[in-house]
């Protein structure tokens, strides 16, 4: 068609050859190209580029005039025989019109590529591209779509040459699909020619076309200067060409210019995108993350090189404040960023310890019911327990019964731990029983913690029946938490007990030892319990015995199962009491 990226598509020098009358362009491969009926229906012209979206021309088009019927089937039959476009269509140059290229233009799924521009390069030479407006906003979408740039570019020169009209929304339509595959600089110059070479005053949708190229497509950072110099050419920028220079100023890092757009948008009477909003908060929470996070450093003084942890001791710019104040201001307006955005909002204030405002952020959630108002009470709780104020954590777990959010298993957990930690047993035995009346099944954690309140505490009879009920569960108590509750029962006489204790951790043990498949440690650890006198309950002979079959290495666990067997018979009355 035009240039050597046209030839790269395989497509035809066609354009490139209406200064001068050239012989025949030469074709490339197209698709299949049935026959279209000849059939007269009536349908409304479009009037705008959204509804010629070369998408919708998917399924067949129904065709106005009889021209443009007869003009696709001769097209479509001169696949198989070729001829002159000029001698083939020369019955209809009186006839064509701008209503009448569009109707063709738009079967080009019928009609295929090839043939598709041969005949808008024959009739923009019959008609000295005088296209209406929609012809040429088609024209250039379609080119777009196929990735043929300088092709699109050659034809706008065309047009330019034969004293067309190039319009607004043609621009922009170029200007986007030249951002989209990085071609930044080319669509600044089409930018820049608009009124010097084409006669032709941006307006605000070109400007936010070439915004949303500069600031939200490229990734180096050299453009948005040449951004901002744009804006601020704009008489009344909208907010789309805020909301576009957010973004570039938030990517780029300049935070403080960003916060000054976004005031001044508001002093404007103009509400930004949700997008825009979203990446001006996320940007935000992340940058305070950074301030205090803790750098790698590489040293290589020594002989063999080594890394350091450096906490991150440079300035503040407490970027967390102006997200809060960001929020706050957008909900005024009515515009909530996304669950995602305000759970990364929550956690920030938590992380830093601004309870007040991770409060003042969690009412509006609830107030406005958003589906992540449970997530947002998870988060503030673990920071209530975590800096251990407890009256705080008390009153926000009562509202969050009081709303029937059911707390999940790490809500209960840190509830619990602080409360342990604190010394308020009662409390937490109650949170406990909560737990258990609302079906959340406690894991090693609750127990544990338990466990060493209680044995702290020197309460023995409750910290025994907690390890108990945590053996049964099939949970490994930690060894500090046995330990504890062992050296109590030994205190108190209490030798049964802890001798129950003892068979029952090895019992577990060795179960789980025979469902982890490790054949060797279960070997030992019940050799060592016979040893011991303690024989393993039948839920724990059956594991052992099932996993050395399923390792086909029965023969090498036999002699001791029947030792085990054999001792069971005198102690059946034991085992079955423990």
Same mark, same amino acid.
Request: aromatic residues 10%; positive net charge.
């Given at each position: 068609?035009?240039?050597?990226?046209?030839?790269?598509?395989?497509?035809?020098?066609?354009? !490139?050859?209406?200064?001068?009358?050239?012989?025949?362009?030469?074709?490339?491969?197209?698709?299949?190209?049935?026959?279209?009926?000849?059939?007269?229906?009536?349908?409304?012209?479009?009037?705008?580029?959204?509804?010629?979206?070369?998408?919708?021309?998917?399924?067949?088009?129904?065709?106005?005039?009889?021209?443009?019927?007869?003009?696709?089937?001769?097209?479509?039959?001169?696949?198989?025989?070729?001829?002159?476009?000029?001698?083939?269509?020369?019955?209809?140059?009186?006839?064509?019109? =701008?209503?009448?290229?569009?109707?063709?233009?738009?079967?080009?799924?019928?009609? #295929?590529?090839?043939?598709?521009?041969?005949?808008?390069?024959?009739? *923009?030479?019959?008609?000295?591209?005088?296209?209406?407006?929609?012809?040429?906003?088609?024209?250039?979408?379609?080119?777009?779509?196929?990735?043929?740039?300088?092709?699109?570019?050659?034809?706008?020169?065309?047009? /330019?040459?034969?004293?067309?009209?190039?319009?607004?929304? &043609?621009? =922009?339509?170029?200007?986007?699909?030249?951002?989209?595959?990085?071609?930044?600089?080319?669509?600044?110059?089409?930018?820049?020619?608009?009124?010097?070479?084409?006669?032709?005053?941006?307006?605000?949708?070109?400007?936010?076309?070439?915004?949303?190229?500069?600031?939200?497509?490229?990734?180096?950072?050299?453009?948005?200067?040449?951004?901002? =110099?744009?804006?601020?050419?704009?008489?009344?920028?909208?907010?789309?060409?805020?909301?576009?220079?957010?973004?570039?100023?938030?990517?780029? #890092?300049?935070?403080?210019?960003?916060?000054?757009? +976004?005031? @001044?948008?508001?002093?404007?009477?103009?509400?930004?995108?949700?997008?825009?909003?979203?990446?001006?908060?996320?940007?935000?929470?992340?940058?305070?993350?950074?301030?205090?996070?803790?750098?790698?450093?590489?040293? $290589?003084?020594?002989?063999?090189?080594?890394?350091?942890?450096?906490?991150?001791?440079?300035?503040?710019? *407490?970027?967390?404040?102006?997200?809060?104040?960001?929020?706050?201001?957008?909900?005024?307006?009515?515009?909530?960023?996304?669950? +995602?955005?305000?759970?990364?909002?929550?956690?920030?204030?938590?992380?830093? #310890?601004?309870?007040?405002?991770?409060?003042?952020?969690?009412?509006?959630?609830?107030?406005?019911?958003?589906?992540?108002? &449970?997530?947002?009470?998870?988060?503030?709780?673990?920071?209530?327990?975590?800096?251990?104020?407890?009256?705080?954590?008390?009153?926000?777990?009562?509202?969050?019964?009081?709303?029937?959010?059911?707390?999940?298993?790490?809500?209960?957990?840190?509830?619990?731990?602080?409360?342990?930690?604190?010394?308020?047993?009662?409390?937490?035995?109650?949170?406990?029983?909560?737990?258990?009346?609302?079906?959340?099944?406690?894991?090693?954690?609750?127990?544990?913690? /338990?466990?060493?309140?209680?044995?702290?505490?020197?309460?023995? @009879?409750?910290?025994?029946? /907690?390890?108990? @009920?945590?053996?049964?569960?099939?949970?490994?108590?930690?060894?500090?938490?046995?330990?504890?509750?062992?050296?109590?029962?030994?205190?108190?006489?209490?030798?049964?007990? !802890?001798?129950?204790?003892?068979?029952?951790?090895?019992?577990?043990?060795?179960?789980? $030892?025979?469902? &982890?498949?490790?054949?060797?440690?279960?070997?030992?650890?019940?050799? !060592?319990?016979?040893?011991?006198? +303690?024989?393993?309950?039948?839920?724990?002979?059956?594991?052992?015995?099932?996993?050395?079959?399923?390792?086909?290495?029965?023969?090498?666990?036999? @002699?001791?199962?029947?030792?085990?067997?054999?001792?069971?018979?005198?102690?059946?009355?034991?085992?079955?009491?423990?």
């Amino acid at each position: 068609m035009f240039c050597s990226r046209a030839r790269q598509h395989g497509t035809l020098p066609l354009l !490139s050859n209406l200064f001068k009358k050239s012989s025949k362009p030469s074709l490339f491969s197209s698709n299949s190209n049935p026959n279209i009926s000849n059939q007269k229906t009536t349908t409304r012209r479009p009037t705008s580029l959204a509804t010629l979206n070369p998408q919708e021309t998917s399924r067949t088009i129904s065709i106005t005039y009889s021209p443009v019927a007869s003009i696709c089937s001769l097209l479509s039959n001169s696949v198989k025989e070729p001829v002159k476009i000029e001698s083939l269509l020369e019955d209809y140059k009186e006839m064509l019109n =701008s209503d009448i290229v569009l109707q063709v233009l738009m079967n080009y799924k019928q009609l #295929g590529r090839v043939k598709t521009l041969e005949f808008f390069s024959w009739a *923009g030479m019959q008609m000295g591209f005088r296209f209406d407006d929609c012809v040429i906003e088609y024209m250039v979408d379609f080119l777009g779509r196929r990735k043929l740039f300088d092709d699109m570019k050659c034809f706008l020169m065309t047009v /330019l040459f034969h004293n067309g009209r190039v319009t607004c929304r &043609a621009f =922009s339509i170029c200007i986007r699909f030249l951002g989209r595959q990085g071609r930044f600089r080319e669509a600044l110059c089409l930018f820049q020619e608009m009124e010097t070479k084409f006669n032709c005053r941006p307006d605000n949708f070109v400007y936010n076309n070439m915004l949303y190229v500069l600031c939200k497509k490229d990734t180096s950072g050299e453009l948005i200067d040449v951004a901002l =110099s744009i804006f601020r050419g704009i008489e009344l920028p909208d907010t789309y060409s805020y909301s576009n220079v957010l973004v570039g100023l938030c990517k780029f #890092g300049r935070f403080e210019t960003a916060i000054e757009f +976004f005031q @001044e948008m508001g002093r404007a009477g103009l509400v930004p995108t949700r997008s825009a909003v979203n990446f001006l908060m996320r940007e935000l929470c992340l940058l305070s993350a950074k301030e205090g996070a803790v750098n790698e450093v590489r040293v $290589h003084g020594s002989r063999k090189p080594y890394t350091i942890l450096v906490p991150n001791v440079g300035p503040k710019s *407490g970027a967390i404040r102006p997200a809060v104040g960001v929020f706050l201001a957008v909900c005024d307006l009515g515009l909530l960023p996304s669950t +995602f955005v305000i759970i990364q909002l929550i956690t920030e204030l938590c992380r830093l #310890g601004k309870m007040t405002e991770a409060f003042e952020i969690l009412k509006v959630v609830e107030e406005r019911k958003l589906n992540c108002v &449970a997530e947002g009470y998870s988060i503030v709780m673990k920071a209530l327990c975590e800096y251990r104020l407890v009256e705080e954590a008390s009153h926000l777990f009562g509202r969050m019964l009081s709303l029937e959010l059911k707390p999940k298993l790490v809500v209960y957990n840190s509830l619990i731990c602080m409360l342990c930690k604190v010394g308020r047993l009662d409390d937490a035995r109650r949170v406990f029983q909560i737990m258990s009346k609302k079906r959340c099944l406690p894991d090693s954690v609750t127990y544990t913690a /338990l466990v060493h309140a209680y044995g702290e505490a020197r309460n023995w @009879e409750v910290a025994y029946d /907690l390890l108990m @009920e945590m053996l049964g569960l099939g949970w490994i108590p930690h060894f500090h938490a046995y330990t504890l509750v062992d050296k109590l029962l030994g205190e108190h006489g209490r030798i049964d007990l !802890s001798n129950k204790l003892e068979r029952k951790l090895e019992s577990q043990i060795l179960h789980k $030892h025979c469902k &982890a498949g490790q054949l060797e440690a279960a070997y030992e650890k019940l050799r !060592s319990m016979l040893e011991k006198g +303690f024989y393993p309950p039948m839920y724990a002979r059956d594991a052992f015995e099932h996993a050395f079959r399923k390792y086909g290495k029965l023969e090498i666990a036999r @002699e001791l199962l029947q030792n085990m067997d054999k001792a069971r018979e005198p102690s059946k009355t034991e085992i079955r009491s423990s």
